[in-house]
C-alpha cells in the first residue's frame, strides 16, 4: 500500500479499488477538504496503539461476539468513545481526525473506528448502511450480532433496527437489504454527503465545493456531481466553471428530468458572463 502520508484520496480510491479502507480514505479527504497539515500517518499510528491496547482486554475472549462485547466496553466506556449528540451537526465529528483526538462522533465515523479496530484485532465485523443511521454487525455462528457505536455498542434486536429504519424513512415498510453490509465505497460517500449536508446547511460554499469535488473523484459515474459542482461554483462567484460543469452534465445527460433546470441555470450564468466582458 502506497505511504498514506505521500498519496492523494483520488490516487487512493483508485490504487484500492474494492477494498479501499473507509479509515485511510476517511483520513485522506479530511487533509483534502479541511486539514491541509494533516498527516495521515500520525493517526493510523494512533489507531495502531489503541489496537494493541485493546488488544490486552479481549485476550479472555475466544468467540466472535464476547470479543466484539469486549471490545465495544472497552472502547466506549474504558476510553470514553462516545456520540456527540448535543451538536451531532458538529462536521468535525465526521473527520476521523478529530474523532480520534475528541473520541466524539455520529454514527458512521464512530464505526468506522469501531471497523479498523474490528479488522486489526480479528474481530468479524461489517458496517451496515441502515437509513439514518449507520451500525455494525458482528458475525457470528448464531447469525450477525447488531451494535451500535453511537450508543456506547448497545446491542440491537432487528426490530430494533426496523424502528431506527422507520423513523428514518417516515415508512412502515422493512426493506431487509438495509441490512446488508455496506461496500467501503459507500461508506466513504455517506461520510461526505454527510459533510456536503453539513456546509449545505451553513451556506459554506467553498467547502461543500471540496467535498463534491471528492465526492465526484469517489463516484466519476455519478453526473448529479457535475450539475452540483456548477451550483456550487455559481453560489461561490466562480461563473465560468459554473457555466462548465453545467454543459458538462447537459451533454451527459440532456434528457434527465431536471435538464431545463439546469439550461435556465446556465443562461443565467452565460447572461452574467456576458455583461462582464
Given at each position: 500500500m502506497t505511504d498514506i502520508d505521500r498519496t492523494t484520496f483520488k490516487a487512493e480510491i483508485r490504487e484500492a479499488g474494492e477494498a479501499l479502507s473507509p479509515l485511510r480514505a476517511g483520513l485522506l479527504f479530511a487533509r483534502g477538504i479541511a486539514y491541509p497539515d494533516l498527516r495521515p500517518s500520525h493517526y493510523l499510528a494512533q489507531l495502531d496503539d489503541l489496537a494493541e491496547a485493546a488488544r490486552r482486554a479481549l485476550t479472555a475472549h475466544t468467540s466472535p461476539l464476547t470479543r466484539s462485547r469486549a471490545l465495544s466496553e472497552w472502547l466506549f466506556q474504558t476510553?470514553?468513545?462516545?456520540?456527540?449528540?448535543?451538536?451531532?451537526?458538529d462536521p468535525r465529528n465526521s473527520y476521523?481526525?478529530?474523532v480520534l483526538e475528541r473520541r466524539i462522533g455520529i454514527p458512521i465515523s464512530l464505526s468506522v473506528i469501531y471497523l479498523a479496530l474490528g479488522e486489526r484485532l480479528g474481530v468479524p465485523v461489517l458496517g451496515v448502511g441502515l437509513p439514518g443511521h449507520f451500525i455494525v454487525a458482528v458475525v457470528g455462528e448464531d447469525g450477525p450480532l447488531y451494535l451500535d457505536p453511537f450508543n456506547a455498542g448497545r446491542a440491537l434486536a432487528v426490530n430494533e433496527c426496523a424502528d431506527i429504519a422507520r423513523r428514518a424513512t417516515g415508512t412502515d415498510e422493512f426493506d431487509p437489504d438495509w441490512l446488508r453490509p455496506a461496500a467501503p465505497r459507500d461508506i466513504v460517500a455517506r461520510m461526505l454527503n454527510n459533510l456536503r449536508g453539513f456546509y449545505l446547511r451553513v451556506e459554506d460554499w467553498p467547502l461543500s465545493?471540496?467535498?463534491v469535488e471528492h465526492l465526484r473523484d469517489l463516484q466519476p459515474e455519478v453526473s448529479e456531481h457535475l450539475r452540483d459542482l456548477g451550483l456550487l461554483h455559481y453560489r461561490n462567484g466562480a461563473l465560468?466553471?459554473?457555466a462548465h460543469y453545467f454543459t458538462y452534465y447537459l451533454a451527459r445527460h440532456p434528457d434527465a428530468e431536471d435538464a431545463d433546470s439546469v439550461r435556465h441555470s446556465r443562461a443565467v450564468v452565460v447572461e452574467h458572463l456576458a455583461r462582464l466582458n
Open positions: 476510553h470514553g468513545f462516545h456520540g456527540n449528540d448535543p451538536d451531532y451537526y476521523l481526525n478529530e465545493l471540496a467535498v465560468r466553471a459554473a
